[in-house]
């Protein structure tokens, strides 16, 4: 079961930029997704972006135009790259995998293994 550590959450002004990473401890190269999401304090979690079945992409449309979501399968590690970052994107930011192999591409993906999550507030 592939395991995920996430960083680069901060306390950034509106308008800020942040780079948050979800390293994992083996390969990604194969697995069928890799996601972000949020949970802000009183909310429901929800899905901000993900990237699945060999490069399609999803984005909420809260952040779409603003996140970018990007795998390195070589450094075995998911980014969200995060733009002008407006107070309501205040929340914990948790990564997660769809962690099968051999999926058929299009088929949504179903997250099963979590990340603890890094903390990203904007003032």
Known sequence: QVQLVESGGDSVQTGGTLRLACAADRSIAEIYSMGWFR???GKEREE???IYGGGRVY???SVKDRFIISQDNVKNTAYLQMHSLKPEDTAMYYCAAD???GVVPG???H???WGQGTQVTVS
């Open 59 to 61: 984005y909420a449309p």
């Open 48 to 50: 901000v972006a993900q």
């Open 99 to 101: 962690p099968r192999i």
């Open 107 to 109: 088929i949504a993906p």
């Open 39 to 41: 949970e802000a304090p």
């Open 111 to 113: 997250f099963t293994v």
